[in-house]
């Protein structure tokens, strides 16, 4: 018999809603900024305490998405008995996700779009150089490009985790594909995605218009670290 939710530890089940809660919401950020059509995209999040993921149901559309229609899987990326309506399945990213989640420890979220301005620099496989200081600030360098790899099984993660591996980027644009933004929760990863299609469209304007101008790695690494550190409420 599989892992059933209901024989978990309570505090265990409270973390799982609690994930799923914030799973659900952040699905409308997706919709919210125009990264996503129809039903492409997905966002997970990694149950604290627990070796389980909670991630978007394959197929189904946004405005129908609630804390319990979220999926919840283990790190192997099978679906455990969780109670949701009529047995919905996974996001077909799943696999992704989960690879993710298992070789970088400090990742608590997963984003995925198909945004419009990320995607084309993806479809060139071409990385979006780091020539504003937005981008010195949120990506710390170029936004990089992963692989080609199939959906459906975990060449994506791979993928992303091998790219991401060499990079300060919290986004990786898998080629012909599209970008994957990882965050040390739900939220950090749906706002570098957020972040990586407004660079993107910026960029690539800024290229309509000549070439852009790139920023020296020492300001980079200046800017970076003073994002990351200093700015903000701590």
């Known amino acids: 018999m599989g892992i059933r939710l209901v024989d978990l530890p309570a505090e265990i089940q409270d973390a799982v809603q609690r994930t799923r809660e914030d799973v659900a919401s952040l699905h409308a950020e997706l919709t919210r900024y125009g990264l996503v059509v129809w039903t492409a995209g997905n966002v997970s999040g990694r149950v604290p305490g627990a070796d389980l993921l909670v991630i978007k149901p ?8 609630r804390p ?5 899987c283990t790190l192997d990326g099978v679906k455990i008995d969780d109670g949701t309506p009529a047995g919905l399945t996974p996001s077909s990213d799943t696999a992704a996700h989960a690879y993710v989640y298992r070789h970088l420890p400090g990742v608590g979220g997963v984003t995925h ?6 995607t084309a620099w993806a479809a060139r496989g071409e990385e979006i150089p780091c020539v504003l200081t ?8 170029p936004i990089p490009v992963g692989p080609f790899a199939v959906i459906g ?3 994506i993660g791979r993928g992303i ?5 060499e990079s300060r980027s919290p986004a990786v644009l898998m080629r012909n594909h599209g970008p994957f933004t990882i ?4 939220r950090a990863s749906v706002k570098a995605a957020v972040m990586c299609e407004e660079v993107a469209r910026t960029v690539h304007v800024s290229r309509q218009l000549g070439d852009p101008v790139p920023i020296p790695q020492d300001l980079i690494d ?10 903000g409420q701590h």
């Open 68 to 72: 319990d229609t979220m999926v919840v």
């Open 153 to 155: 099984d975990d060449s």
């Open 113 to 118: 779009t198909h945004s419009t301005y990320a």
């Open 134 to 141: 937005m981008m010195a600030d949120e990506f710390g360098g």
């Open 58 to 65: 394959s197929g189904v559309s946004y405005d129908e998405l």
């Open 161 to 165: 985790v091998e790219t991401l591996g």
């Open 183 to 186: 965050g040390t929760d739900a």
């Open 222 to 231: 200046r800017l970076y670290d003073r994002y990351q550190n200093v700015y």
